[in-house]
């Protein structure tokens, strides 16, 4: 058996993640990535979150700044160039999580 402690990060690089930044990232790392977010992990992954975010995706597709493939949401080709604002639009705040 193998010790997961071999394979642990030092201490000075662990990052620990408040909520929105857990979120805030998880999103934009999945879009940049050519298979897209995936809605089901999303699901997963932020469940008491989750309705929240989709009001978000929703938007952005109603802008046509994502497009969804069934199960999957990715960053439109001839958007590529808007990425920023996407990014900008999926950033939680602190704030945003707050009843």
Do not use: C
């Not at 990232?25 to 309705?51: C, I, M, N, W």
């Amino acid at each position: 058996m193998i010790s997961s402690e071999k394979f642990l990060l030092p201490a000075p690089q662990v990052e620990i993640l408040k909520r929105n930044e857990a979120i805030t990232d998880y999103l934009h790392t999945q879009l940049r990535k050519k298979t897209g977010l995936s809605k089901v992990a999303l699901r997963s992954k932020f469940p008491a979150e989750y309705a929240l975010i989709e009001t978000r995706l929703e938007n952005l597709l109603k802008k046509e700044w994502l497009k969804f493939d069934e199960p999957q949401y990715k960053i439109a080709t001839e958007q590529r160039v808007l990425a920023n604002n996407i990014f900008f639009e999926l950033t939680f705040l602190p704030e945003d999580l707050q009843g």
